[in-house]
């Protein structure tokens, strides 16, 4: 194997802006996440169908990377706060791999991936992308392309991966009608972005205000074996995704909406309370301009929901109402928001349960336990790298069709036993609405 790596020379306009909410909330993320930020970083690729020559290959990285500027955006520091600079001229690692058969492209295709997935970025002083070739005799039989989490989310990846797909395959690029960061930028600095900034964190104080101190008490101190501070549980379920389905269409509401009530009920009952404050990941692509941007503007937004107890039904809606009123909250100036908290003692809560519904992006090929087709429910030690949150509640797509639920906790407030109830009555819960609504009434959301 010989592996040469290009600097592939990349261009288009330059300019100079504050960075956006999202720009700047992600890369405080991952500054607490050093030196594992890596883990943030998006990776999609694979084989092939047909082989293409590698200069096909090079140009198609090249006109995406022109085509969509946060792809040329760096996010550097500046006093407190942090300014992205769309680079008019750059470079982006492209690194080949010259195998000498096909059957070498698999094994090193994914050696690649992991190799480059697995490598942060220097978000001051590098372009947020990074392509992988795997060639035998001058034809690219696998590709990987990894995007730093400061230029996407997972929202924005499907739009990136069409254009990608029409490059590749010749086709023609629709013109692009949404938002750019700088553009972004233009609008949260402007009179409007200001208004809308402090109306979302007046809402978002106030449901501190509401919100629980604490939602899991910690174990007795004797309680932890010494092992792993985090755990991660995975229940793998094919039936969840059409039972949600089942359940939206008489709740007249979305699946979303469905998976997040029995996720807050689910959680509730864990922890023995029946209200729950949970940190909500919203895409935030509500507006016009930001609905197919290729930017990171997916941010929290605080659920706040109590009755958690009542029937399943009800819960619903409270949970829709809660969710509504975060989903309007969550594009907001964190910066400022948190510096009100910090100077407020009555918005003291616990916002370290979070929650994201990450279906429609694909399989998390990074998690630690990893259900079969003869065990639906895996465990595994996670990384003690968490950024201090109780628990992630994650909704992923599974491998081959269904829904991953996945847990990763605390073990000092959550024991597996009780991981465990949590992701299997996430599923319980939406099984059984399914079965007892099946010839139910539809259910009016006030």
């Known amino acids: 194997m010989v592996r040469v790596v290009h600097q592939l020379e990349v261009g288009g306009r330059a300019g100079e802006a504050p960075a956006t909410w999202g720009q700047t909330a992600i890369r405080r993320a991952l500054g607490a996440l050093e030196p594992l930020d890596h ?16 200069e096909a290959a090079t140009a198609v990285v090249r006109a ?3 085509r969509h500027d946060s792809l040329r955006t760096r996010i550097h520091p500046r006093g407190d706060a942090f300014v992205q600079e769309l680079c008019g001229a750059g470079t982006v690692e492209v690194v080949e791999e010259r195998v000498a058969d096909v059957g070498e492209v ?7 991936r992991d190799e480059l997935w697995g490598r942060a970025f220097d978000y001051p002083t590098e372009l947020p992308v990074r392509a992988g070739l795997v060639t035998v005799d001058g034809a690219v039989h696998h590709t990987t392309l990894v995007v ?21 395959a010749g086709g023609a690029l629709p013109a692009r009608g949404a938002w750019t960061p700088l553009e972004e930028a233009a609008w949260q600095t ?5 208004r809308h900034d402090a109306a979302a964190r ?26 792993p501070r985090y755990r991660q549980t995975v229940l793998r379920s094919r039936r969840l995704g059409p039972a949600a389905e089942r359940v939206a269409a008489r709740w007249r509401t979305s699946a979303s909406g469905v998976l997040l009530a029995a996720s807050c009920r689910a959680l509730a009952l864990a922890a023995g309370r029946d209200d729950l404050a949970l940190q909500v990941m919203v895409s935030n692509r509500f507006r016009r301009e930001l609905a197919e941007a290729v930017v990171t503007t997916a941010m929290e937004g605080l659920v706040h929901v109590d009755g958690l107890d009542a029937p399943f039904d009800e819960v619903g809606t409270r949970v829709w109402r809660a969710a509504m009123t975060a989903y309007r909250s969550a594009y907001y100036d964190k910066d400022r928001l948190q510096a009100e908290a910090a100077a407020d003692p009555s918005t003291a809560h616990d916002g370290t349960c979070w929650y994201n519904d990450r279906r429609g992006t ?32 994650h909704l992923v797509d599974a491998p081959g069709g269904g829904i991953d639920v996945v847990l990763t906790a605390d073990t000092t407030r959550l024991e597996d036993a009780t991981a465990e109830g ?9 099984l059984d609405a399914a079965r007892a609504g099946s010839a139910g009434r539809a259910v009016t959301r006030r």
């Open 190 to 194: 402007s009179d409007e972005g200001r």
């Open 202 to 227: 007046a809402r978002t104080l106030r449901t501190m205000r509401a919100a629980p101190a604490q939602v899991f008490a910690p174990r007795p101190a004797e309680a932890p074996d010494g092992g």
């Open 64 to 66: 995406l990377v022109e």
């Open 39 to 54: 883990q943030f970083n998006l990776v999609w690729g694979g084989p092939l169908d047909a082989p293409v020559p590698t």
């Open 362 to 393: 694909g399989p998390d090929r990074t998690l630690r336990a990893r259900p079969s087709r003869s065990r639906r429910l895996a465990r595994a030690d996670a990384s003690d790298e968490q950024g201090g949150v109780t628990l992630t509640l």
């Open 422 to 430: 949590v992701v299997r009555d996430v599923e319980r819960c939406v």
């Open 106 to 112: 698999a094994a090193s295709g994914a050696r690649l």
């Open 148 to 168: 730093a989490h400061t230029a996407l989310d997972g929202w924005g990846l499907p739009v990136l991966d069409a254009d990608l797909t029409a490059l590749a």
